[in-house]
């Protein structure tokens, strides 16, 4: 019973296949359409794009109408039409891995807006330029220790390195900074860890 009903799905997706790729239409497509689109939406369901799979559905079976002329093989119809699903999914994961997420400006804790009484000189403005003065890693860990409020030995954690060399990036670019934040009048003491 169950080998007759798999053998008459096989036998009706080869009919609709057949009688689109010989005519492809409106109304040829519209049964290809209704026999695969479901097939495809719980394919894309069952890689995590619950919410976009009908979207993603249907411009696979717009660029199956598209390129139907294109099949070599009727036989590998139904393979050619999920490797069309795939490479539309992998372009889906590439546009969203680069999209940058975005801030609203109006959520932004007002101690990090400039105020317009302030010139482009203040402390805010300053920071970007004293940081210029530090490699990568002091940078980093400066702006884990004073930025973040972390601890040593979440520093430590945060770039898996012991807690002494942590202590001591800190410590080596409060010094390199010294020299700038004293001509401004800034004592270390409030850069105190």
């Known amino acids: 019973m169950i080998n007759e009903a798999a053998s ?19 109304e040829s497509f519209t049964a290809l359409f209704k026999l695969f689109s479901p097939q495809l939406v719980a394919f894309f369901r069952a890689r995590c794009c619950e919410a976009i799979a009908e979207d993603l559905a249907q411009e696979v079976m717009f660029t199956v109408y598209r390129k139907a002329g294109q099949v070599r093989d009727r036989a590998l119809f139904r393979a050619w039409v999920f490797t069309i699903a795939r490479n539309a999914l992998s372009r889906h994961w590439g546009q969203r891995s680069r999209e940058v997420e ?83 009048g800034i004592k270390m003491s409030r850069m105190a860890a």
Not at 8 to 26: G, I, M
Not at 140 to 155: D, K, M, S, V
Request: glycine share 2%; hydrophobic share 40%; aromatic share 12%.
């Open 8 to 26: 008459n799905k096989h036998f009706l997706q080869d009919a609709v296949t057949e009688r689109f790729l010989e005519a492809p239409n409106e």
């Open 102 to 184: 975005t801030v609203d400006l109006a959520e932004v804790p007002e101690r990090f807006v400039t105020s317009k009484n302030h010139s482009a000189a203040t402390l805010g403005f300053e920071f970007h330029r004293w940081m210029a003065f530090l490699d990568s890693q002091e940078r980093e860990a400066l702006t884990l220790r004073f930025i973040e409020e972390y601890e040593y030995h979440e520093i430590a954690a945060a770039q898996t390195i012991p807690i002494g060399t942590a202590q001591w990036r800190v410590f080596s670019a409060k010094k390199k900074l010294e020299p700038h934040l004293k001509k401004i």
